[in-house]
């Protein structure tokens, strides 16, 4: 039962020499649980144009194998895939190439330092910009999970390297 819900269930025997019969039923409840949604980017930062692989091969259903459930992906800048919702594994690994904001509606990457014009801007340097990328996964029984991640183009995230020396006599 692809659906949650409550079936009765009945079960009936038949001689196949007499064609007397037998039956039984029972009521049986169907719990449909929720998908759980994994988004894997990578790189997740770096100047622009950025090209990121993403990944939902870690997002899992109890009753949905991982091949029938729905992926669907939207980039925060405007692009998706699979909006027409098809199930498969054929969305589970999907890339995007960001490099401009597409329009001047985007309140967050569009400011006073970094003006956009009607059409969007260019990610630089010196103003970057910020999306988040949402996965959206769809069961058999239509239930829903998201996750997402933050992707910043036109600057990398910087890298930390923690030096230490031993103590001596401590």
Same mark, same amino acid.
């Given at each position: 039962?692809?659906?949650?819900?409550?079936?009765?269930?009945?079960?009936?025997?038949?001689?196949?020499?007499?064609?007397r019969f037998g039956e039984a039923s029972v009521d049986i409840e169907v719990t449909n649980n929720s998908p759980?949604?994994?988004?894997?980017?990578?790189?997740?930062?770096?100047?622009?144009?950025?090209?990121?692989?993403?990944?939902?091969?870690?997002?899992?259903?109890?009753?949905?194998?991982?091949?029938?459930?729905?992926?669907?992906?939207?980039?925060?800048?405007?692009?998706s895939a699979n909006d027409a919702g098809l199930a498969g594994a054929g969305f589970r690994e999907v890339e995007?190439?960001?490099? @401009?904001?597409? /329009?001047?509606?985007?309140?967050?990457?569009? &400011? $006073? %330092?970094?003006?956009? *014009?009607?059409? #969007? @801007?260019?990610? /630089?340097?010196?103003?970057?910009?910020?999306? &988040? $990328? %949402?996965?959206?996964? *769809?069961?058999? #029984? @239509?239930?829903?999970?998201?996750?997402?991640?933050?992707?910043?183009?036109?600057?990398?995230?910087?890298?930390?390297?923690?030096?230490?020396?031993?103590?001596?006599?401590?």
């Amino acid at each position: 039962y692809p659906n949650g819900g409550s079936y009765t269930v009945t079960l009936r025997a038949t001689n196949s020499t007499n064609g007397r019969f037998g039956e039984a039923s029972v009521d049986i409840e169907v719990t449909n649980n929720s998908p759980n949604a994994v988004i894997r980017a990578t790189p997740v930062s770096g100047p622009g144009p950025l090209t990121v692989k993403f990944n939902a091969t870690q997002s899992s259903d109890l009753e949905t194998p991982a091949d029938q459930l729905i992926y669907q992906w939207t980039y925060g800048d405007g692009g998706s895939a699979n909006d027409a919702g098809l199930a498969g594994a054929g969305f589970r690994e999907v890339e995007h190439t960001y490099s @401009r904001v597409n /329009t001047n509606a985007d309140t967050a990457n569009c &400011t $006073a %330092t970094c003006p956009c *014009t009607p059409t #969007g @801007r260019t990610c /630089t340097a010196n103003c970057p910009c910020t999306f &988040t $990328a %949402t996965l959206k996964v *769809t069961d058999a #029984g @239509r239930k829903t999970d998201t996750d997402s991640v933050v992707i910043r183009v036109g600057n990398s995230d910087p890298l930390v390297n923690i030096t230490t020396t031993a103590l001596q006599g401590v």
